[in-house]
C-alpha cells in the first residue's frame, strides 16, 4: 500500500508541475526577472522570424576567466544567472513565456584559460535553469564553447534560439 500512496503522489505532483506556467514556476523558485536595458551599441536584443525567436548574445554580469579567476561553480552560477536575464529578455520578447513553444538551440560562450576544458559544466547552469522552468521544452540543441577572451571580460555569454507558438 506504501508503493501506491508514494506511486499516486508522485503522479500528482508530476502533473501540478506540468499545469504551472513557467511565470509561476520562476516565482516558485524565488526569482526576480531584471529590467531588460536597451543595447549598448547599434544592434538589436532580438528579431522574430517567422515562428522562430533568435536572441543576441546575453553576457553575464560575473567577470573573469574560467580555470584562471573563476572555478566551474562559480561559472555554473554565472551561465545560471544569465539564464535569469535571458528569461527577462524572452519575456520582454513575447511578452508571456506561455508563447514559448520550444528552445531550439543554445550557443554558450565561456570566456576560458587556455587549459580549461570544461565549458559544457559551465553551460548546465543555464541549461538546468531553463528544463527547471519549462520543463521537456527548455530542452535545446546547444554548443558550449571556450573563448580567449569576451567583451568587457564577462565570464559567459549565452545565445538562444526559440520556437514560438502560432
Do not use: C
Not at 56 to 76: A, P
Amino acid at each position: 500500500m506504501k508503493h501506491l500512496t508514494f506511486l499516486f503522489l508522485f503522479l500528482i505532483s508530476g502533473l501540478s508541475l506540468q499545469a504551472q506556467t513557467p511565470e509561476e514556476r520562476i516565482s516558485q523558485l524565488g526569482i526576480d526577472l531584471p529590467e531588460v536595458k536597451r543595447p549598448l551599441a547599434n544592434f538589436v536584443k532580438w528579431r522574430q522570424v517567422g515562428n522562430l525567436l533568435f536572441l543576441s548574445g546575453i553576457g553575464s554580469d560575473q567577470k573573469g576567466r574560467l580555470g584562471e579567476d573563476l572555478n566551474v561553480e562559480q561559472g555554473y552560477e554565472a551561465s545560471r544567472a544569465t539564464g535569469i536575464m535571458i528569461l527577462a529578455t524572452l519575456k520582454a520578447a513575447t511578452g508571456d513565456l506561455n508563447r514559448i513553444k520550444n528552445f531550439v538551440k543554445v550557443r554558450g560562450m565561456v570566456n576560458s584559460a587556455p587549459d580549461f576544458y570544461e565549458q559544457p559544466q559551465v553551460i548546465n547552469g543555464f541549461s538546468d535553469l531553463m528544463v527547471e522552468v519549462f520543463g521537456e521544452k527548455g530542452k535545446h540543441a546547444r554548443a558550449a564553447v571556450g573563448h580567449v577572451s569576451l567583451p568587457f571580460n564577462i565570464a559567459v555569454e549565452i545565445e538562444v534560439v526559440v520556437e514560438l507558438e502560432e
